[in-house]
């Protein structure tokens, strides 16, 4: 499997599923549709290529492909980590703020 082409369709799959949970609007869902094609398209070319590897490559290339995995679930979680400190106690007061005049009833 071939690393480059791997890494490229998962940040595409993810910028293109991303794009469409979070924006709603006709040309934001063909332009992620667009980037979910490519990351499939860049997956069978990874596949393509790594059909050709020798067993010693494919070892190799798992293992750069397992630490970019490591990489973004452990940049995901400082990430949300940093940013929950951060807003935490905006959090806190705008539920006091809805809660005190009435507006919504939130229990965490």
Same mark, same amino acid.
């Given at each position: 499997? @071939?690393?480059? @082409?791997?890494?490229?369709?998962?940040?595409?799959?993810?910028?293109?599923? #991303? *794009?469409?949970?979070?924006? %709603?609007?006709?040309? #934001?869902?063909?332009?992620?549709?667009? *980037?979910?094609? /490519?990351?499939? /398209? $860049?997956?069978? !070319?990874?596949? $393509?290529?790594? %059909?050709?590897?020798?067993? !010693?490559? $494919?070892?190799?290339?798992?293992?750069?492909?397992?630490?970019? *995995?490591?990489?973004?679930? &452990?940049?995901?979680?400082?990430?949300?980590?940093?940013? /929950?400190? *951060?807003?935490? $106690? !905006?959090? +806190?007061?705008?539920?006091?703020? &809805?809660?005190?005049?009435?507006? +919504?009833?939130? !229990?965490?």
């Amino acid at each position: 499997m @071939c690393p480059i @082409c791997w890494i490229s369709g998962f940040i595409a799959a993810i910028f293109g599923g #991303s *794009l469409v949970a979070i924006v %709603n609007h006709p040309i #934001s869902w063909i332009l992620s549709i667009l *980037l979910i094609v /490519y990351a499939a /398209y $860049k997956f069978y !070319e990874a596949k $393509k290529r790594g %059909n050709k590897m020798s067993d !010693e490559t $494919k070892a190799r290339n798992r293992r750069t492909i397992f630490r970019f *995995l490591q990489g973004v679930v &452990l940049g995901s979680f400082v990430t949300a980590i940093v940013f /929950y400190s *951060l807003t935490y $106690k !905006e959090h +806190e007061r705008m539920h006091d703020l &809805l809660e005190k005049h009435g507006i +919504e009833k939130h !229990e965490h």
